[in-house]
């Protein structure tokens, strides 16, 4: 049995493993690389893997960096099943569509830009090579993709003819998010166990439950994305959120929130509408200007039963965990627009990582002012806007205008959808010593290697950090 890592190998996004029993070919996501150009250029790399030939593919969540190369499988042959929860196959196809529509606007507006005789003679070798990065996929590549869509529950296990069964365990990371247990026969008829973690959430999170702990497996894929810090305690998190909020109020600013569309936004709003509710915050201006997160809301508020309990004891006191007085939802990029006259107001919008969509201009028209706060929620992947404005770089280029950051700088890991150092030590210790080896994935290479060396050290088992593209034979 083969077990090959195609991406999230040193690296942070584009999850992606393969395995080959001999008679069933499958993988674990297959998500988009996201970050530095040279990173980005991995999506247009052909698959190690012959994608007509997969008979299913296992997804964990519907983060862009997991399920963002899925239809590319598509287009080039693969008619096999994808299989995963209902959230996550609806929240997957927000995320896919948008993806498609920006990827062919964003196209769209290079081709008109080179067709200018100016931007030819100014246009770099870097230029020529992204001028051939045609969109990754269309809308219909997605429609197709969901045709293929097979949606299981929780806890259910499920045996294929070919010597495969699967479980999917709550992850707690994102609303459906999951943990894949695969018992697999080898040739010989013994029976093997391989569980592979997806992103795994903080305990006590707001809305998601907590991870599931696994208590025995021969091999484990864990990831690594905080493996060397811990978060901020939740509840220091929150009331630090709270005191920026009085203070920007107090000061006449505006709070810009860069905030990926699922999760992160739904506990922004959920803890927002706490401060309101509970008379902690005098009424301030919430701009909700993402219509993906919009989308992905009311997606939230279709699977209750997905929730942590605090969010179903505010459901089942009729109320709306998601919406407040003082906030504003906006569709259309008009209505945006019209926010730049406008201080002492929260606006939440994506993506992230700052590197695209309307949280991009909102930067530009406030990042240079005192008064502003700036508020990150979320991982920023190293080579993205948002990284270097968390790294402290004062000089920045926004749409292609030098800009200097003068604004406030907070970062609130307590937000975190993944678990810290300490949750993911407490998530392997749940196996015991069953496993045989520990692979540690979705990490940057430093971080990845010195959580690796840290559970060889507490679990006295075998760990290894995979490179992209390396394959090893299960045993």
Same mark, same amino acid.
């Given at each position: 049995?083969?077990?090959?890592?195609?991406?999230?190998?040193?690296?942070?996004?584009?999850?992606?493993?393969?395995?080959?029993?001999?008679?069933?070919?499958?993988?674990?996501?297959?998500?988009?690389?996201?970050?530095?150009?040279?990173?980005?250029?991995?999506?247009?790399?052909? @698959?190690?893997?012959?994608?007509?030939? !997969?008979?299913?593919?296992?997804?964990?969540?519907?983060? @862009?960096?997991?399920? +963002? /190369?899925?239809?590319? !499988?598509?287009?080039?042959? @693969?008619?096999?099943?994808? *299989?995963?929860?209902? &959230?996550?196959?609806?929240? =997957?196809?927000?995320?896919?569509?948008?993806?498609?529509?920006?990827?062919?606007?964003?196209?769209?507006?290079?081709?008109?830009?080179?067709?200018?005789?100016?931007?030819?003679?100014?246009?770099?070798?870097?230029?020529?090579?992204?001028?051939? /990065?045609?969109?990754?996929?269309?809308?219909?590549?997605?429609?197709?993709? @969901?045709?293929?869509?097979?949606?299981? &529950?929780?806890?259910?296990?499920?045996?294929?003819?070919? +010597?495969?069964?699967?479980?999917?365990?709550?992850?707690?990371?994102?609303?459906?998010?999951?943990?894949?247990?695969?018992?697999?026969?080898?040739? =010989?008829?013994?029976?093997?166990?391989?569980?592979?973690? +997806?992103?795994? +959430?903080? &305990?006590?999170?707001?809305?998601?439950?907590?991870?599931?702990? *696994?208590?025995?497996?021969?091999?484990?894929?864990?990831?690594?994305?905080?493996?060397?810090?811990?978060?901020?305690?939740?509840?220091?998190?929150?009331?630090?959120?709270?005191?920026?909020?009085?203070?920007?109020?107090?000061?006449?600013?505006?709070?810009?929130?860069?905030?990926?569309?699922?999760?992160?936004?739904?506990?922004?709003?959920?803890?927002?509408?706490?401060?309101?509710?509970?008379?902690?915050?005098?009424?301030? &201006?919430?701009?909700?200007?993402?219509?993906?997160?919009?989308?992905?809301?009311?997606?939230?508020?279709?699977?209750?039963?997905?929730?942590?309990?605090?969010?179903?004891?505010?459901?089942?006191?009729?109320?709306?965990?998601?919406?407040?007085?003082?906030?504003?939802?906006?569709?259309?990029?008009?209505?945006?627009?019209?926010?730049?006259?406008?201080?002492?107001?929260?606006?939440?919008?994506?993506?992230?990582?700052?590197?695209?969509?309307?949280?991009?201009?909102?930067?530009?028209?406030?990042?240079?002012?005192?008064?502003?706060?700036?508020?990150?929620?979320?991982?920023?992947?190293?080579?993205?806007?948002?990284?270097?404005?968390?790294?402290? *770089?004062?000089?920045? /280029?926004?749409?292609?205008?030098?800009?200097?950051?003068?604004?406030?700088?907070?970062?609130?890991?307590?937000?975190? =959808?993944?678990?810290?150092?300490?949750?993911?030590?407490?998530?392997? /210790?749940?196996?015991?010593?069953?496993?045989?080896?520990?692979?540690?994935?979705?990490?940057?290479?430093?971080?990845?290697?010195?959580?690796?060396?840290?559970?060889?050290?507490?679990?006295?088992?075998?760990?290894?950090?995979?490179?992209?593209?390396?394959?090893?034979?299960?045993?």
């Amino acid at each position: 049995m083969k077990l090959k890592f195609c991406g999230a190998t040193r690296t942070v996004t584009g999850s992606c493993f393969y395995v080959d029993t001999g008679n069933f070919k499958f993988l674990v996501d297959c998500g988009a690389f996201q970050g530095k150009d040279e990173i980005d250029a991995l999506n247009y790399e052909p @698959f190690p893997f012959d994608p007509s030939q !997969l008979d299913v593919v296992f997804l964990t969540h519907a983060h @862009f960096d997991h399920c +963002g /190369r899925i239809p590319i !499988l598509v287009k080039q042959g @693969f008619h096999g099943r994808i *299989i995963g929860t209902q &959230p996550t196959r609806d929240l =997957a196809k927000i995320v896919l569509l948008d993806a498609a529509k920006l990827q062919q606007e964003e196209y769209e507006r290079w081709q008109a830009r080179s067709n200018k005789e100016s931007f030819k003679r100014g246009l770099s070798e870097e230029g020529s090579l992204y001028a051939e /990065r045609k969109p990754l996929f269309s809308e219909q590549d997605v429609e197709d993709m @969901f045709q293929l869509f097979e949606v299981y &529950p929780y806890g259910e296990s499920v045996n294929f003819k070919n +010597g495969v069964e699967f479980r999917m365990r709550d992850a707690g990371h994102i609303l459906g998010s999951s943990i894949f247990e695969f018992w697999i026969k080898t040739e =010989a008829g013994r029976e093997r166990k391989i569980v592979f973690s +997806g992103d795994l +959430g903080q &305990p006590g999170a707001r809305i998601v439950r907590d991870p599931d702990l *696994i208590r025995e497996a021969d091999y484990v894929i864990c990831e690594a994305t905080y493996g060397n810090r811990l978060h901020k305690n939740k509840d220091e998190t929150v009331l630090e959120l709270l005191s920026i909020l009085k203070q920007a109020q107090q000061e006449g600013g505006n709070v810009l929130i860069p905030s990926f569309a699922i999760e992160r936004t739904q506990e922004i709003l959920y803890e927002i509408n706490l401060f309101v509710e509970n008379k902690l915050l005098n009424q301030i &201006p919430v701009y909700l200007d993402s219509p993906m997160a919009s989308k992905a809301t009311e997606i939230f508020k279709q699977y209750p039963t997905y929730y942590d309990e605090d969010a179903r004891r505010l459901l089942e006191k009729g109320d709306d965990p998601f919406h407040f007085e003082g906030l504003t939802t906006l569709d259309s990029a008009e209505e945006s627009k019209r926010l730049i006259s406008k201080n002492g107001i929260v606006i939440i919008a994506g993506s992230g990582m700052c590197t695209g969509g309307r949280i991009v201009h909102h930067i530009k028209n406030n990042i240079e002012k005192p008064t502003t706060h700036m508020v990150f929620v979320g991982y920023q992947v190293e080579g993205t806007l948002g990284r270097k404005i968390v790294d402290g *770089i004062k000089d920045i /280029r926004v749409m292609g205008e030098p800009l200097v950051v003068n604004a406030k700088i907070h970062t609130l890991g307590g937000f975190s =959808a993944h678990g810290d150092q300490r949750d993911l030590r407490y998530w392997l /210790r749940s196996f015991g010593h069953s496993p045989k080896k520990i692979f540690i994935v979705h990490g940057d290479e430093e971080i990845s290697i010195g959580f690796a060396s840290n559970i060889k050290a507490e679990l006295n088992i075998e760990v290894d950090v995979p490179k992209l593209n390396e394959e090893f034979e299960i045993t």
